[in-house]
């Protein structure tokens, strides 16, 4: 007869004896929701997460208070991919929300969204840093509390004048600029896996 003693640990609930298992990625696409927006420059974070979603099969189809969420593996590791409710310039209550709901730290966080400040197609990957006029990053920054946080930054150009950056970041990408994008997105997915693997350091040497 097995003692219960000898069941605990076969079951592997036995006191300090359980599988620990790691906390998922938390992968962040900004973008605003609502049809109207869906072919924007500002949602090239949602874009982003819809390629990454069919690529690896995961099903981004679970409504939560704050965001679109849909739970898988990369590359062996497991991750959440998520698309806010929120709009844009408020990224941050989405954020928080799914870092307390899923139990992990900005340590886990990757978030993916458009900057101006880049040229069209271009990827940059860091592992902190301001907001660099993004509202976006802005809010979860202001949120957090820590600028603390894996991004990855996809350029979209920038308008003739500064007077037009919002008319430009909601304005529709031309068909061009779409086949410029969907080609970053490849590298951008390349360095996910790199990050994944073998961390940030290595991932921003090979795409930076």
């Known amino acids: 007869m097995v003692s219960a003693f000898k ?3 076969l079951s592997g609930v036995f006191g300090g004896l359980e599988e620990h298992k790691n906390p998922p990625q938390l992968i962040v ?3 605003n929701p609502g ?3 869906a072919g924007t420059r500002h949602n090239v974070g949602f874009w982003c ?5 069919s690529v690896h099969s995961i099903d981004v189809s679970d409504r939560r208070k704050h965001a679109v969420v849909g739970e898988g593996q990369i590359s062996g590791f497991d991750v959440v991919l998520v698309k806010p409710k929120t709009f844009v310039n408020k990224s941050g209550d989405a954020v ?5 709901r899923f139990h992990v730290s900005p340590a886990q966080l990757i978030v993916i969204y458009d900057d101006m400040n880049l040229p069209l197609g271009k990827v940059r990957i860091r592992p902190d840093g301001s907001a660099g006029g993004h509202n976006g990053m802005k ?3 202001q949120t957090l509390g820590t600028d603390h946080f894996s991004r990855f930054r996809v350029g979209i150009g920038s308008p003739p ?3 037009e950056n919002i008319e430009y970041v909601l304005g529709t990408i031309t068909d061009q600029e779409a086949v410029v994008i969907n080609e ?6 390349q360095g996910i896996e790199v990050m994944l693997a073998d961390g940030i350091t290595e991932a921003m040497n090979k795409l930076n």
Not at 96 to 100: A, K, S, T, V
Not at 184 to 189: F, G, K, P, T, V
């Open 139 to 141: 809010s979860i920054i």
């Open 161 to 163: 004048s500064a007077d």
């Open 184 to 189: 970053s997105i490849d590298l951008l997915m």
């Open 7 to 9: 069941r605990a640990i």
């Open 49 to 53: 997460i819809d390629r990454i979603a």
């Open 35 to 37: 049809g109207e927006y």
């Open 96 to 100: 928080r929300y799914l870092l307390n």
């Open 29 to 31: 696409g900004l973008g």
